[in-house]
């Protein structure tokens, strides 16, 4: 079991237009699933943050994801975004949920420089998409090489919470019925 304490989630370019640019996993079910984790991350007061790449119009993450300001960066990492790295490490969290759109580049590159400075990192993949399913299972072996670990938004939150009779276990498994429909 994951203890919800340790945990933080990195919403990477999930930018409507480039998350329309999945070739992996549709647009839909990444909304869908990055939705999901972004309720339950509220639910069980878990921290998240919204890394964006610059785009024309703007950094506007997709409307799944709980409000958040966008550290909008300027490279293929989260972690070359110094203000956003200072905010992760001020939270004290050593285990970083990383999604987002590509999995070979922002997902790829904020995992393994997260590995890389001690932290534990989970990737759960239908809140990911790539650009072409062999480009992205080679970036996901890179991660799970490197010591991270690659599973998904169902059975991430179902190692967070295991009493779904509680009310915020109740919250939870009502959010998970949504990666169903």
Do not use: K
């Not at 072409?132 to 080679?138: L, N, V, Y």
């Not at 919470?161 to 019925?177: E, K, S, W």
């Amino acid at each position: 079991m994951i203890d919800p304490r340790t945990v933080q989630v990195v919403f990477a370019d999930l930018q409507d237009s480039i998350v329309a640019l999945s070739r992996t996993n549709s647009p839909a079910d990444i909304r869908r699933s990055a939705g999901v984790l972004g309720q339950v991350a509220q639910v069980l007061g878990i921290p998240f943050s919204v890394s964006a790449a610059p785009r024309p119009g703007g950094p506007g993450a997709i409307a799944e994801l709980p409000e958040a300001p966008a550290y909008v960066r300027g490279g293929p990492s989260c972690w070359d975004d110094r203000p956003w790295r200072e905010e992760v490490a001020a939270r004290g969290r050593d285990t970083l949920v990383v999604c987002g759109v590509t999995s070979e580049i922002v997902v790829l590159h904020t995992a393994l420089d997260a590995l890389a400075d001690g932290y534990d990192v989970i990737v759960p993949v239908d809140a990911c998409g790539g650009m072409s399913e062999r480009t992205e299972t080679a970036a996901l072996r890179q991660v799970e090489a490197a010591g991270g670990s690659v599973t998904s938004v169902a059975s991430l939150v179902t190692d967070l919470v295991r009493d779904f009779t509680d009310p915020p276990g109740r919250q939870v498994i009502t959010a998970l019925h949504a990666l169903m429909s």
